[in-house]
């Protein structure tokens, strides 16, 4: 059963610095994996997602990497905005069975202006 | 293009009661997932559909949740009776078989008293 693990909880930082998030995995035979944003009391917002055979991936102020061999997955935000204040959730679907995404526990970001 | 619809928003019921949610995934997706997120945690699979037919039901408690796919394109989870763990939200999401990228509504958020 693939465990997803997210480090930290919680982050609080200034407007304007830059950032990583951590992820990591238990089983290395993934699929692909997905970063999402969610807000309050709303649904996913799928950020960026990362083919197993890839590196990384980047949107904007985004980049995600990807480790399989690690276990591990990091998204870098960069120049840090107020509208960035959310919770990020990391999840990865396996090679074998069913498409279905693990998730972690999810990272609340609070950006300060 | 539409994302996936889903409703209600939001419901709140005594224990014992039963109640229903509707999903309508994005058109031309062939495989639909709920998921249930408790406070805190991240989204757990429940059920997976590729059109009609049911991929993985593994984590669905059947003793008291079920779910249809019946025309392989909205789905409805229902709970029968509710139990006060049952409090959560109720995400849906779709993929396409050409890529496998999921997309989420904006989830049921489900209060049992």
Same mark, same amino acid.
């Given at each position: 059963? +693939?465990e997803?693990?997210?480090?930290?909880?919680?982050?609080s930082?200034?407007?304007?610095?830059?950032?990583?998030?951590n !992820?990591? %995995?238990?089983?290395?035979?993934i699929?692909?994996?997905?970063?999402?944003? +969610?807000?309050?009391?709303?649904?996913?917002?799928?950020?960026?997602?990362?083919?197993?055979?890839?590196?990384?991936?980047?949107?904007?102020?985004?980049?995600?990497?990807?480790?399989?061999?690690?276990?591990?997955?990091?998204?870098?935000?960069?120049?840090? +905005?107020?509208?960035?204040?959310?919770?990020?959730?990391?999840? !990865?679907?396996?090679?074998?069975?069913?498409?279905?995404? %693990?998730?972690?526990?999810?990272?609340?970001?609070?950006?300060?202006? | 293009?539409?994302?996936?619809?889903?409703?209600?928003?939001?419901?709140?019921?005594?224990?014992?009661q @039963?109640?229903?949610?509707?999903? =309508?995934?994005?058109?031309?997706?062939?495989?639909?997932?709920?998921?249930?997120?408790?406070?805190?945690?991240?989204?757990k699979?429940?059920?997976?559909?590729? =059109? =009609?037919?049911?991929?993985?039901?593994?984590?669905?408690?059947?003793?008291?949740?079920?779910?249809?796919?019946?025309?392989?394109?909205? @789905?409805?989870?229902?709970?029968q009776?509710?139990?006060?763990?049952? @409090?959560?939200?109720?995400?849906?999401?779709?993929?396409?078989?050409? =890529?496998?990228?999921?997309?989420?509504?904006?989830?049921?958020?489900?209060?049992?008293?």
């Amino acid at each position: 059963k +693939q465990e997803v693990t997210q480090i930290p909880a919680a982050l609080s930082v200034p407007e304007g610095e830059n950032l990583v998030l951590n !992820c990591s %995995f238990t089983d290395s035979a993934i699929y692909n994996l997905q970063w999402f944003r +969610q807000d309050p009391g709303k649904g996913l917002t799928s950020l960026l997602l990362i083919q197993s055979s890839q590196r990384e991936q980047t949107s904007g102020r985004l980049n995600a990497s990807l480790d399989k061999s690690s276990g591990r997955s990091t998204l870098y935000i960069a120049a840090s +905005q107020p509208g960035d204040s959310a919770t990020y959730l990391c999840a !990865c679907t396996l090679q074998t069975g069913a498409n279905n995404l %693990f998730f972690g526990t999810g990272t609340r970001l609070t950006v300060i202006p | 293009e539409a994302g996936v619809a889903q409703s209600p928003r939001y419901k709140i019921i005594e224990k014992r009661q @039963s109640v229903a949610f509707w999903c =309508n995934p994005i058109s031309g997706h062939a495989t639909l997932y709920w998921y249930q997120q408790i406070l805190g945690q991240g989204p757990k699979l429940l059920i997976q559909f590729q =059109n =009609n037919g049911v991929v993985d039901d593994s984590q669905l408690p059947k003793d008291r949740f079920s779910a249809e796919r019946l025309k392989g394109v909205d @789905s409805t989870l229902k709970i029968q009776p509710a139990k006060l763990e049952d @409090s959560a939200v109720y995400l849906c999401a779709s993929s396409s078989l050409r =890529n496998y990228e999921q997309y989420f509504g904006p989830g049921t958020r489900l209060t049992v008293t």
